[in-house]
């Protein structure tokens, strides 16, 4: 059974940095795709970024330059480094194997 925990969210001011973890178990994420998603209050959820299993990353417009996603295969955990946070960055964000979502992490950026 996969599950994925993430951890990391918080309340930051524009401008500053956070980065989420999601620790993986049941799955190996250096080999599979994983993704980072995300959902404001009233919106539909919406891919954030991604990372192959060949290490290939893509990332939305939105947060192309701001974002990176990497993986640690060590500790089986999947990182996204978010840096010159927006408040229209503030949304739950959720980890993603295909099949499989965690719980989410709130981020709130102030402005």
């Known amino acids: 059974q996969v599950q994925l925990v993430e951890s990391g969210g918080g309340l930051v001011q524009a401008g500053g940095s956070l980065r989420l973890s999601c620790t993986a178990s049941?799955?190996?994420?250096?080999?599979?795709?994983m993704g980072w998603y995300r959902q404001a209050p009233g919106k539909q959820r919406e891919l954030v970024a991604v990372?192959?299993?060949?290490?290939?990353?893509n990332y939305a417009d939105s947060v192309k330059g701001r974002f990176t996603i990497s993986r640690d295969g060590a500790k089986n955990t999947v990182y996204l480094q978010m840096d010159s946070l927006k408040p229209e960055d503030t949304a739950v964000y959720y980890c993603?194997?295909?099949?499989?979502w965690g719980q989410g992490t709130q981020v709130t950026v102030s402005s």
């Open positions: 993603n194997k295909p099949g499989t």
């Open positions: 049941g799955t190996i994420v250096s080999i599979n795709t």
């Open positions: 990372i192959l299993g060949s290490g290939t990353t």
